[in-house]
C-alpha cells in the first residue's frame, strides 16, 4: 500500500524559501505512469494545486506560484521535494503531498495523498 | 479560470442519502474525481473518471456526471462518512489541476 509522508520546517520567516520532502514508501517514484505534486490548504480556504512533476522530467505548475516553485524528485532516496521562494503570510498553509496518475501524460488524477503538513509563515 | 462549485455543507441522518454536487462549465466533458478528507487523515480518493471506485471503496459511493453538474452520492449513510469532499479536474486547456472548494458532510 503507497503511503506518503510530508517533512519540513513548520515555521518559515517572510521573504525565506520554504522547502519540504515527501517520503514514499510502497512504490517506487521511478516509474512514468505518474506524476509527483503538492497541493496545499490555507486556512479556512479551499485546495490549491501547487504543481507536479513526474520522473521523466515532465512539470506543470499552477500559474498562481509558477514564478516561485521548483520541484525535484530523487529516485535514490525515493523522495520528491517542494521549494517556495519569496514566502508572505498568505503562504500559510497545510500542504499535502500527492501522486497523480499520468493520463495523456498530465498529472490528471490525483489518487494517493499525503497526511499533510502545517507550515505557517511569520517572523 | 475554471471553476469548480460545491455546496459548502451538507447535513444527512444515518441511512440516508446524500448527494454532494460539482458544478462547472459544460463539466460533463471532463473527467471528474472525488476525494473523502477526515480530521487529521490523509485524504482519500473514493470515485474516480465521473463513476468509479477504487478498490476498497463500499458500492455506497456512486457518481454521475452530466451537463454542467457532477454528483457524488452516498446511499445508506454512516457515521463514518462524516468527512469532507473535493470534487477534481484537468484543465486540460491550460494544463492544471481545478479543485471544488469542498462540502463539509455532517451525518446528524
Known amino acids: 500500500h503507497l503511503h506518503l509522508q510530508e517533512s519540513g520546517p513548520g515555521l518559515v520567516k517572510p521573504s525565506e524559501t520554504l522547502s519540504l520532502t515527501c517520503t514514499v514508501s510502497?512504490?517506487?517514484?521511478?516509474?512514468?505512469?505518474?506524476?509527483w505534486g503538492w497541493v496545499r490548504q490555507p486556512p479556512g480556504k479551499g485546495l490549491e494545486w501547487m504543481g507536479s512533476m513526474s520522473y521523466t522530467g515532465s512539470t506543470y505548475y499552477n500559474p498562481s506560484v509558477k514564478s516561485r516553485v521548483t520541484t525535484s524528485l530523487d529516485a535514490s532516496k525515493n523522495q520528491f521535494s517542494l521549494k517556495l521562494t519569496s514566502v508572505t503570510a498568505a503562504d500559510t498553509a497545510v500542504y499535502y503531498c500527492?501522486?497523480?496518475?499520468?493520463?495523456?501524460?498530465?498529472?490528471?488524477?490525483?489518487?494517493?495523498w499525503g497526511q499533510g503538513t502545517l507550515v505557517t509563515v511569520s517572523s | 479560470s475554471y471553476v469548480l462549485t460545491q455546496p459548502p455543507s451538507l447535513s444527512v441522518a444515518p441511512g440516508q442519502t446524500a448527494t454532494i454536487s460539482c458544478g462547472g462549465d459544460n463539466i460533463a466533458s471532463k473527467s471528474v474525481h472525488w476525494s473523502q478528507r477526515k480530521p487529521g487523515q490523509a485524504p482519500v480518493l473514493v470515485l474516480y473518471?465521473?463513476?468509479d471506485r477504487p478498490s476498497g471503496i463500499p458500492d455506497r459511493f456512486s457518481g454521475s456526471n452530466s451537463g454542467n453538474t457532477a454528483t457524488l452520492t452516498i446511499s445508506r449513510v454512516e457515521a463514518g462518512d462524516e468527512a469532507d469532499y473535493y470534487c477534481?479536474?484537468?484543465?486540460?486547456?491550460?494544463?492544471?489541476?481545478?479543485f471544488g472548494g469542498g462540502t463539509k458532510l455532517t451525518v446528524l
Open positions: 473518471h465521473d463513476t
Open positions: 510502497g512504490g517506487s517514484i521511478n516509474s512514468s505512469a505518474y506524476f
Open positions: 500527492a501522486r497523480a496518475q499520468s493520463l495523456a501524460n498530465a498529472p490528471a488524477l490525483i489518487d494517493y
Open positions: 477534481q479536474v484537468w484543465e486540460s486547456e491550460h494544463h492544471y489541476v481545478v
